[in-house]
């Protein structure tokens, strides 16, 4: 069941990179494709066991209602949404707290912007639902009461990026 869950986002990642893009490929850089850790800060938003928002700066609609995206979903700080370049991209998100949260990372695909987030490091503002999925089991609760915690990242399955039409 995890391993048909795992090719189901990669193969809706691929999806929604092909539905915002070009047929040009654009360069990468660091934030591509990269095997290491890297660190960043989270918030959520939305309600607690929500999906995020509806579609989002990326266009995609009510497809974050729906299962697997169903409430993967996230906006990043303009470092990684490259003017809309990041809209589709996969990342793996970890909470770094032990005592509150679990050792596992969260896959979450970007539909959304945080304009409002930090514009000097990498953020990731989640949807509820995915922000207390990184907490240890019954502690989603605190977890989201603290708020902003830090964590660390890296790209999931994707090389290139696209552009955007």
């Known amino acids: 069941m995890q391993l048909s869950l795992a090719i189901i986002l990669a193969t809706l990642c691929i999806f929604l990179r092909l539905l915002n893009s070009s047929s040009a490929p654009v360069t990468t850089n660091s934030h591509n494709s990269n095997s290491h850790w890297l660190p960043a800060v989270a918030t959520w938003y939305g309600s607690a066991n929500g999906d995020g928002s509806d579609g989002g700066a990326c266009g995609y609609g009510t497809l974050v209602d729906v299962k697997p995206l169903h409430a993967r979903v996230?906006?990043?700080?303009?470092?990684?949404?490259?003017?809309?370049?990041?809209?589709?991209?996969?990342?793996?998100?970890?909470?770094?707290?032990?005592?509150?949260?679990?050792?596992?990372?969260?896959?979450?695909?970007?539909?959304?912007?945080?304009?409002?987030?930090?514009?000097?490091?990498?953020?990731?503002?989640?949807?509820?639902?995915?922000?207390?999925?990184?907490?240890?089991?019954?502690?989603?609760?605190?977890?989201?009461?603290?708020?902003?915690?830090?964590v660390i990242y890296r790209r999931y399955m994707f090389t290139l990026l696209f552009s955007v039409k």
Not at 79 to 97: M, P, Q, S, T, W
Not at 124 to 142: K, N, T
Request: aromatic content about 6%.
């Open 74 to 150: 996230g906006a990043v700080n303009p470092i990684l949404f490259k003017n809309g370049e990041g809209c589709g991209a996969c990342y793996k998100v970890r909470c770094l707290d032990r005592s509150i949260c679990s050792r596992r990372a969260v896959t979450v695909i970007i539909t959304d912007e945080c304009p409002g987030c930090s514009k000097t490091n990498t953020h990731f503002d989640l949807s509820g639902a995915a922000f207390g999925r990184l907490a240890i089991s019954g502690e989603s609760g605190p977890l989201r009461n603290r708020g902003l915690i830090p």
